[in-house]
């Protein structure tokens, strides 16, 4: 199935998000959350109990570990999904402590993303360790000389081909053509925020309320 997940921390963009578009997945990231948080009192956790309640239990939503170590990775996701129950998944990042956690935490029955992949080797260890799921920073990979789409592609051709079950994302996208290059290189699930989802949905030929 088709994922366009939403990536923000800020209730009213994802209330309006919702009743526009086919949003079926939502996600937060470090930077994100640390802006759509600043100056209030509202916790991370306490606004991802929030967003749960908003968005339903059986909704994907995905949360980062903070920790450095396998062990403080296993811990922030124990305590994650026990916060936010439901359909929640955990971000893992693609690192050796990271491929320790993963591991662990499928034996718990945790649920992980490995996260900020930037190769098929990451992906491959990532999904031997047990991901349910890869994150290709696209727009992170070009910045540094690289073919971020391309990544896309030869990792789901990599999971093709050797009949892993792993889903690919593509993240850190920031244009309409980014996600239909990421859609048409193979990845299933694409981060998309309120501004992504308006211009995708709003291109010039067509337009009815420009």
Avoid at 75 to 95: Q, S
Avoid at 110 to 119: E, G, H, L, Q
């Amino acid at each position: 199935m088709l994922e366009f997940c939403l990536v923000t921390f800020d209730i009213d963009e994802i209330r309006e998000a919702s009743a526009l578009f086919p949003v079926n997945c939502y996600a937060d990231n470090p930077s994100v959350a640390a802006k759509d948080l600043a100056g209030g009192r509202t916790t991370f956790l306490s606004r991802s109990r929030e967003i749960r309640a908003a968005i339903g239990d059986e909704v994907p939503f995905y949360l980062e570990v903070l920790g450095d170590t396998s062990g403080e990775m296993v811990e922030d996701a124990r305590r994650i999904v026990r916060e936010i129950p439901g359909n929640t998944l955990v971000k893992i990042p693609a690192c050796p402590e990271g491929y320790k956690a993963i591991p662990e935490l499928k034996n718990l029955g945790i649920r992980a993303s490995c996260t900020a992949v930037f190769d098929v080797n990451q992906a491959l260890l990532a999904a031997a360790a047990g991901a349910v799921c890869v994150a290709v920073y696209v727009s992170r990979l070009d910045k540094r000389g690289g073919d971020g789409i391309g990544v896309v592609r030869a990792i789901r051709q990599a999971f093709d081909k050797h009949g892993i079950d792993c889903m690919v994302c593509a993240a850190s996208l920031k244009t309409p053509g980014d996600v239909e290059r990421a859609l048409m290189a193979g990845a299933q699930n694409v981060t998309v925020d309120l501004a992504m989802l308006k211009s995708m949905a709003c291109q010039e030929r067509g337009v009815r309320n420009a």
